[in-house]
């Protein structure tokens, strides 16, 4: 059964690492999109509605990619998991069934609204159709992670006669203070994806001199709200979370901070590599009692080690665990650096003109779904070994009839599909792009520095 166990994790990481890729975009570009409908009523600029048509499109192509790879995760729940599904069902139900019924139904239909409406709302009703699909992207999001969250931290339960995990307060549930901050620290992220992707289409159209207008309002755009993005998911979000993280999975704090012995004045670990059989952080650079304060407030706090826990409560893969968090981390302060700098260019009127910022810009597009695929093995390696945490093992919750060879069969064609789809999806956005926000006006000059001013 372990090795069954392994091939239902890998297919499950597979399938939800890959959908990911679309919905932190589409989450990140609905907040976009309200801006750029704002700046359009306001200014009464038809420059900023056909901006908002171009990334609009490039929505509507996430979205449908979304859709279509979120479905199998669904499923999976019963094919890979039915054990987990059958115990906990009546709790992990309600924020499933939520999502579905109100915030997907609610992003969906608007969508079609704002996609093919835009003549026959006017542009009040316009603008009210991208506020309710960025209302139901973020609300999907939010059932998504308390369901999550639950998982993470369970409350507002109780166990019935036959074994079964009951949800005994639905409000402990939706407000679940884990889910809380996870939210917004997950929805930063998003939001930085979509900053950076349009920052970088921005870069690219200013550094081949073309719709440089719209280039011009794409940079503005990601680097205003980016920076702004970026700061918050270091704090509030990101120290919350750890505090969380702190309070309630104290070895999986360990395991992310390679901290093997409990020390007073704990050093936080910049670099190194953890070697679990000898129990020690090989080569580490350490920035001395900041583990300590960062986690308690107190420079000499003493912060328990993996060792001070039996390891049958170990995370399963330490150094796996060890480097997502640093990637994540590490990450996230480039990320400050490149957008605090750009808004500084911006401020002095010189960012437009700096290839190499605007060439920083575009290249970084990888690393916020970097960044947040690391968030999410950080979560999800730390919660092990339980599938509930402190409720239900992992290795009891997955389909008893469903051998190795059956998840891998099934893992291996989910592969063979999503490489066409990736495909799929690489053509279409490159198509897009390179169709630019109105190909048939591409105005340049002293016209694209009056309208960027605006």
Known sequence: MGQAVDIHRLHFAFTITFHYIFPQLTMGLALLLVYLKTKALRAGDEHYNRAARFWARIFGINFALGVVTGIPMEFQFGTNWAAFSKTAGGVIGQGLAMEGMFSFFLESSFLGLFLFGEKRLGQIGHWGAAFLVFLGSWLSGYFIIVTNGWMQHPVGYRLGANGAIELSSFWDLVVNKWALWQYAHTMLGAVQTGCFVMAAVGAFYLLTKRDETYGRTFVRAGVIVGTIAAVLQLFPTGDMQGKMVADHQQPTLAAMEGLFESQEGAPLAILGQPDVEKRKLDNPLEVP????????????????????????????????????????????????????????????????????????????????????????????????????????????????????GNAWFTLIGFMGMYTVLAILWLFLIYREVELGPDPGNRPTGEDAIVLAAD
């Open 289 to 404: 009692d900041m583990l300590s304060f960062l986690t308690y407030k107190q420079w000499r706090a003493n912060v328990k080690g993996l060792s001070d826990f039996p390891q049958t409560e170990w995370p399963d893969q330490i150094p796996l665990l060890y480097y997502s968090y640093h990637v994540m981390v590490g990450l996230g302060t480039i990320f400050i650096a490149v957008m605090v700098l750009a808004s500084l260019l911006l401020w002095r009127g010189k960012l437009y003109d700096s290839r190499w910022m605007l060439w920083s810009l575009m290249v970084s597009v990888p690393l916020p779904y970097i960044a947040n695929t690391a968030g999410w093995m950080t979560a999800e390696l730390g919660r092990q070994p339980w599938l509930i945490y402190g409720l239900m093992r992992t290795a009891s919750g997955v389909s008893p009839r469903v051998v190795a």
